[in-house]
């Protein structure tokens, strides 16, 4: 198989929009958003590009707005233009700023390197390709990789310490010049609306881990495509997604209602008295707690266990919850020698694991999660009621 870390990144946001990109090969209109990044990477990449007389702040500017301005963009409106020429003129000055270029070392700008990974289980062999935005050699011994990133959102310090589009930036580095020490290569993401670059680095011992965790990704995209299994996973992110109107999650919104056939005008009406009565049953949810907590009270100040009315009767019962001091089971258990007993109580339990998994750390986590399988699946509906104003206000 050959891929990248941009469609192993996809298939984790939602297997369904990597199906629609990297299987069936449909093609969406660029949105603005990916159109103005591909234009401030290419004028941050004009801004190294001469040496030793490096291209001046205007012509710079000049540069992005020739660009920008012979871009096409569908569905955007002139004063979004306005707006975009005008941030994208700002972040340049900024960085220009911040960063001149004679006094940085580019050893390269969207470098293209590509990584063989043999999976030991089937001996096949895959390749991941991948583009570098800026290689630079700060000192004889050391090198530093940069990727811009017009994102507003930053990424914290941990997540960055196990990022792995930087990991696999650092392995097919490291594959290029094997001459490299693993600890010489800085990795960075900058950040260009904040103008905040954010460094991290890898150990020559974490380039298995890497390579375990992309082996375990494409045996998982392997078993999805035989079983075509590639559900959508609604997020924030949809807003952006160009297969939106085709997505099974989102397809209904988009269906025309003068072209929808009986059974889909049928439904409006089913889904209409699911949430009429999904409504009710909260409703009466909420009533019924606070009328046991009323009953519960009267029943506490008349000293009473029992209370009679016409409909049935209700009871007050004492339920009781344990905990266990395992270390005194133990040493009874070896008393009676039966050791079996204890053996059984340590038997990996799902529910006590999957807790312990949410509070790990990020690298471990993702280890532990790689080890999964699925056992059974089956389908859900999950209801979320729109509040109304009145709900809101309250």
């Known amino acids: 198989m050959r891929t990248s870390y941009s469609a192993l990144e996809t298939l984790r946001q939602c297997p369904q929009k990597y199906k629609f990109q990297e299987i069936d090969k449909i093609k969406t209109p660029k949105s603005k958003e990916a159109v103005f990044g591909t234009l401030i990477h290419a004028s941050l990449k004009f801004l190294f590009s001469r040496d030793p007389l490096y291209p001046s702040l205007d012509e710079v500017i000049?540069?992005?707005?020739?660009?920008w301005r012979a871009s096409e963009i569908a569905n955007m409106t002139e004063e979004e233009r306005s707006l975009y020429l005008a941030q994208g003129e700002n972040i340049l000055k900024r960085f220009y700023a911040k960063n001149q270029p004679w006094n940085?070392?580019?050893?390269?700008?969207?470098?293209?390197?590509?990584?063989?990974?043999?999976?030991?289980?089937?001996?096949?062999?895959?390749?991941?390709?991948?583009?570098?935005d800026r290689i630079d050699k700060?000192?004889?011994?050391?090198?530093?990789?940069?990727?811009?990133?017009?994102?507003?959102?930053?990424?914290?310090?941990?997540?960055?310490?196990?990022?792995?589009?930087?990991?696999?930036?650092?392995?097919?580095?490291?594959?290029?010049?094997?001459?490299?020490q693993a600890s010489n290569i800085a990795l960075s993401l900058y950040y260009v609306k904040h103008n905040e670059k954010i460094t991290t680095?890898?150990?020559?011992?974490?380039?298995?881990?890497?390579?375990?965790?992309?082996?375990?990704?494409?045996?998982?995209?392997?078993?999805?495509?035989?079983?075509?299994?590639?559900?959508?996973?609604?997020s924030a992110l949809c807003d952006w997604c160009g297969y939106k109107a085709m997505c099974p999650a989102w397809k209904f919104m988009f269906m025309e209602h003068g072209t929808?056939?009986?059974?889909?005008?049928?439904?409006?009406?089913?889904?209409?008295?699911?949430?009429?009565?999904?409504?009710?049953?909260?409703?009466?949810?909420?009533?019924?707690?606070?009328?046991?907590?009323?009953?519960?009270?009267?029943?506490?100040?008349?000293?009473?266990t029992r209370v009679f009315?016409?409909?049935g009767v209700i009871s007050k019962t004492i339920q009781e919850r344990y905990v266990y001091?395992?270390?005194?089971?133990?040493?009874?258990?070896?008393?009676?020698?039966?050791?079996?007993?204890?053996?059984?109580?340590?038997?990996p339990d799902d529910k006590k694991l999957k807790t312990i998994i949410s509070s790990l750390p990020s690298p471990l986590k993702e280890q532990v999660?790689?080890?999964?399988?699925?056992?059974?699946?089956?389908?859900?509906?999950?209801?979320?009621?729109?509040?109304?104003?009145?709900?809101?206000?309250?």
């Not at 000049?62 to 660009?67: C, L, Y």
């Not at 999660?369 to 309250?394: G, M, N």
Request: aromatic fraction near 8%; charged fraction near 30%.
């Open 62 to 67: 000049a540069n992005f707005r020739d660009s």
């Open 104 to 132: 940085f070392n580019v050893v390269d700008m969207e470098s293209r390197f590509e990584l063989s990974v043999t999976d030991p289980t089937t001996g096949t062999t895959h390749n991941i390709a991948g583009i570098m």
């Open 138 to 180: 700060p000192t004889d011994d050391t090198f530093e990789i940069i990727d811009y990133k017009t994102s507003r959102t930053m990424k914290s310090q941990e997540h960055l310490d196990s990022d792995l589009q930087l990991s696999l930036y650092h392995l097919g580095l490291l594959r290029r010049w094997p001459h490299i």
């Open 201 to 234: 680095a890898r150990k020559s011992e974490d380039a298995k881990r890497v390579e375990e965790h992309v082996l375990a990704t494409i045996r998982d995209i392997e078993a999805r495509t035989t079983q075509n299994d590639f559900p959508p996973q609604p």
């Open 260 to 304: 929808r056939t009986m059974e889909q005008k049928n439904i409006m009406g089913i889904l209409t008295e699911y949430f009429d009565i999904k409504k009710e049953t909260q409703k009466h949810a909420k009533r019924l707690a606070e009328l046991q907590m009323d009953i519960k009270a009267y029943m506490d100040q008349e000293g009473l």
């Open 309 to 311: 009315g016409d409909a």
């Open 325 to 347: 001091d395992y270390e005194k089971i133990r040493a009874v258990l070896e008393t009676h020698n039966r050791l079996d007993i204890w053996n059984a109580l340590l038997q």
């Open 369 to 394: 999660l790689e080890a999964r399988s699925i056992a059974k699946k089956f389908e859900v509906l999950t209801a979320t009621i729109k509040k109304t104003f009145e709900e809101h206000a309250s």
